[in-house]
């Protein structure tokens, strides 16, 4: 089935829903040859964050783009959907889709379903590309604290009936906020990109994804500290920061066992798929080139 888009897809991608154990994901996918890649979003996006990428992958890999359950056109959420009910929903569709196991793409406040999903389903996951993404229990949970200049969005969202009460009609204004503060190549999120996210976004209960992630955020440190310790991450791992420095790399470090290679790209902002994918493209190629041989 196809899901309805507010901007010109990108040549040869085609979307789908996978229908999973009680909720519906809606993913994309491009190419047909090579070790398949799957891209987990972060906030506030969906699968359109990588739609400029997904070409330069899908010239060498079949590339499975999946919008995580209450984001883009997947199946809102409810109160009880956390990072682990993602990873089950990711594990769900690697078996659904006979995938296994995968190069794992995953970024921003998608480091908790990621980390689960190669801890607890190892047999899923080939190797790990995480760019720009955080971890609660290794610091990511420090950016709420708005009193050290963490950010309000964080405890706003995941606070039971607040994204509805602040956001409903609001999805534009705070998408056009975000990424002025989070972005540093101008014009790079264009309004086609803003209006396909708020599009998502503006459907009743369009921040449900969102407030699950954010509330992991704030519960689900010691658990990951916990999982980590007992089954640290074992494949090859690729970690690409924007010019904010190293956050990503030092935090997997701290969760992976062996080495963790390490590109900061220089005068890029958080949303390095959006802003430069082809530099993108230029680090994770190689880094998958090497991992298959």
């Given at each position: ?65 999946v ?15 956390t ?17 296994g ?18 801890t ?18 290794y610091?990511?949970?420090a ?33 056009d ?7 540093a ?16 976004f ?11 992630l954010?509330?992991s ?5 010691e ?10 991450i ?13 956050f ?10 062996g ?8 005068d ?6 959006l ?13 998958l ?5």
């Amino acid at each position: 089935m196809s899901a309805t888009s507010a901007s010109a897809d990108p040549a040869g991608v085609q979307h789908h829903r996978a229908e999973l154990g009680g909720t519906t994901l809606h993913y994309v996918t491009a190419g047909t040859d090579g070790p398949p890649v799957l891209l987990v979003h972060g906030f506030p996006e969906s699968w359109w964050a990588f739609h400029r990428v997904i070409p330069l992958l899908a010239a060498e890999h079949r590339v499975i783009a999946v919008d995580l359950r209450g984001f883009g056109d997947s199946a809102v959420a409810d109160v009880a959907f956390t990072s682990d009910v993602a990873a089950d929903d990711l594990h769900a569709l690697v078996q659904h889709l006979g995938l296994g196991p995968v190069h794992l793409l995953g970024q921003d406040v998608a480091g908790g379903t990621v980390l689960r999903l190669a801890t607890r389903h190892p047999e899923d996951v080939a190797s790990l590309i995480a760019v720009e993404l955080g971890l609660a229990g290794y610091g990511l949970e420090a950016f709420a604290d708005v009193t050290h200049g963490g950010s309000w969005h964080i405890g706003a969202l995941a606070a039971p009936g607040v994204p509805e009460l602040l956001l409903a009609g609001r999805e534009r204004a705070l998408l056009d906020w975000w990424f002025g503060v989070t972005t540093a190549v101008a014009g790079a999120v264009t309004d086609s990109d803003l209006a396909e996210l708020a599009r998502g976004f503006a459907r009743s209960d369009g921040w449900s994804g969102a407030a699950g992630l954010y509330r992991s955020v704030l519960s689900e440190g010691e658990e990951n500290r916990a999982l980590a310790a007992a089954h640290p991450i074992t494949v090859p791992v690729l970690a690409v920061g924007g010019s904010g420095g190293g956050f990503t790399a030092a935090t997997l470090r701290q969760v992976v066992r062996g080495e963790v290679r390490s590109v900061v790209l220089d005068d890029v902002g958080h949303h390095v798929a959006l802003e430069a994918p082809r530099a993108l493209a230029d680090v994770v190629l190689p880094f998958l080139r090497d991992v298959d041989a």
